[in-house]
């Protein structure tokens, strides 16, 4: 599966932002989705997860209540809704697609990645 990223941005702190994932290839529903994001001089780290079916997710600490995962297998496209966006969500943000059914928060359990998509939150 092929993965693009879209809809990053310059924001300000507290505003919001949607960042898209577009799939290729007819499986895009078999996979569970995540979001990761890495900012400069750091690890990529796990954001959030979405079940294939779409009826389960999981997300970091750090955004929970913030952000919203969501999917539409219909369109091969999943989504990350972010809000209250604080200056330290500034990174470039990479979805990825698993093929397990179990949502996992390792960048090594993830199958395929996307090119990611630059958020930068000002104050």
């Known amino acids: 599966v092929q993965l693009q990223a879209s809809g990053g941005g310059l924001v300000q702190a507290g505003g919001s932002l949607r960042v898209s994932c577009a799939a290729s290839g007819r499986t895009f529903m078999s996979y569970t989705m995540g979001w990761f994001r890495q900012a400069p001089g750091k690890e990529r780290e796990f954001v959030a997860a979405i079940s294939w079916r779409g009826s389960s997710t999981y997300y970091a600490d750090s955004v929970k209540g913030r952000f919203t995962i969501s999917r539409d297998n219909a369109k091969n496209t999943v989504y990350l809704q972010m809000s209250s966006l604080k200056p330290e969500d500034t990174a470039v943000y990479y979805c990825?697609?698993?093929?397990?059914?179990?949502?996992?928060?390792?960048?090594?359990?993830?199958?395929?990645w996307g090119q990611g998509t630059q958020v930068t939150v000002s104050s």
């Open positions: 990825a697609a698993d093929r397990s059914t179990v949502m996992r928060t390792s960048t090594n359990a993830y199958d395929y």
